[in-house]
């Protein structure tokens, strides 16, 4: 009797601590309407939720309707959110402001096919939706390319990456494109897309890519110069030494309207090895930054216990600074 009483109170106990189902929203918005109407939409949009999630709670409903667009709103109950893998960022189940890679619906709807099949190849999901679309409450309106699946997935997962740089330029685009399609064959990577999205009148760097195992992507300034040949020099010495140890990433210099410099950008790609840059110290004029050089990353690669690939030496107010870049090791979390 008293074991039945124990194992009755540890179902209850368990019992208890399952979280009460919650009320949810995951939204489609500016969907291209063709044919019929909002609500008969929504509710195919709700019965294929269901399919693809296993959830059968879900009803779907006509949030806005206007034109040959409509805006759908899928509530279901479920102890926790079930968020989509997509290439467009959420907050609770609804998508953050785009401002679209695309100048053009042309060009947008150009990729889609190839786009959704990579997706599925990559994801191994099924999509809910994949349309191209304008997010009204851009500051911009670009095109953006959206696939939405659900469920775990395999074998590669899909990450976004974006990134405001002022004065990018279009013609970076194939440069980028060029040095990420090189690491995405050299690290079990399949890259989507490199765009330079429009950004508050100037560019974005925006990257969507698979990858079997989770990267954490950064931009990092390695130098300000006044002139653009300065920085064009050190742009095509900082790329030879990267490439000579065997490593890729996207180095370019782009133009601050604001402070009226060139700035010279290095792409950081995180996995077991990443490039890092590291300010070693001021000096009083570039000569003697420039002499100083070997025994800086020296010293450097003994203290951090790093290998320091190589240096670079830019104006930093009245004085010089000195930038290293490492060549490190790091354990990332398990998957």
Not at 79 to 107: C, L, M, W
Not at 172 to 179: A, F, G, M, W, Y
Not at 214 to 231: D, N, V
Not at 282 to 307: I, P, Q, R, V, W
Request: hydrophobic share 35%; aromatic share 10%; net charge neutral.
């Amino acid at each position: 009797m008293k074991k039945f009483l124990s194992l009755c109170l540890v179902i209850f106990a368990v019992h208890s601590l399952k979280a009460d189902p919650q009320l949810f929203t995951y939204r489609i918005e500016a969907w291209p309407q063709k044919g019929g109407n909002c609500e008969e939409t929504a509710k195919q949009f709700a019965t294929r939720f269901s399919e693809l999630t296993g959830i059968s709670t879900a009803k779907g409903y006509c949030r806005i309707e206007s034109k040959n667009l409509v805006d759908v709103d899928i509530v279901y109950t479920a102890e926790t959110r079930v968020n989509p893998v997509s290439t467009v960022a959420f907050v609770k189940g609804v998508p953050k402001s785009h401002q679209g890679s695309y100048d053009t619906n042309i060009q947008c709807e150009s990729e889609l096919a190839d786009q959704l099949a990579l997706f599925k190849f990559s994801t191994g999901l099924e999509a809910l939706v994949s349309y191209c679309y304008q997010d009204s409450s851009a500051f911009e309106n670009g095109w953006v390319l959206r696939i939405d699946g659900f469920g775990n997935a395999k074998p590669l997962r899909l990450q976004v990456y974006e990134e405001a740089l002022n004065g990018s330029t279009l013609e970076k685009i194939s440069e980028l494109q060029t040095v990420f399609q090189k690491y995405a064959k050299s690290k079990l990577t399949q890259l989507s897309s490199v765009s330079l999205p429009s950004y508050f009148g100037e560019r974005a760097v925006r990257l969507v890519l698979y990858s079997q195992n989770p990267l954490s992507i950064r931009t990092q300034m390695i130098g300000k110069f006044a002139s653009a040949e300065t920085c064009n020099q050190n742009q095509s010495q900082l790329r030879k030494d990267v490439t000579e140890k065997g490593e890729l990433s996207p180095i370019f210099c782009v133009y601050d309207r604001v402070t009226e410099q060139y700035k010279l950008f290095l792409f950081l790609i995180r996995k077991d090895l990443w490039l890092e840059s590291m300010v070693h110290s001021a000096y009083e004029n570039l000569a003697a930054c420039e002499n100083d050089k070997a025994a800086a990353m020296k010293e450097m690669s003994k203290n951090t216990g790093f290998e320091a690939i190589t240096s670079v030496c830019s104006p930093d107010g009245s004085r010089t600074r000195m930038d290293i870049v490492l060549k490190m090791y790091w354990k990332l979390p398990p998957n």
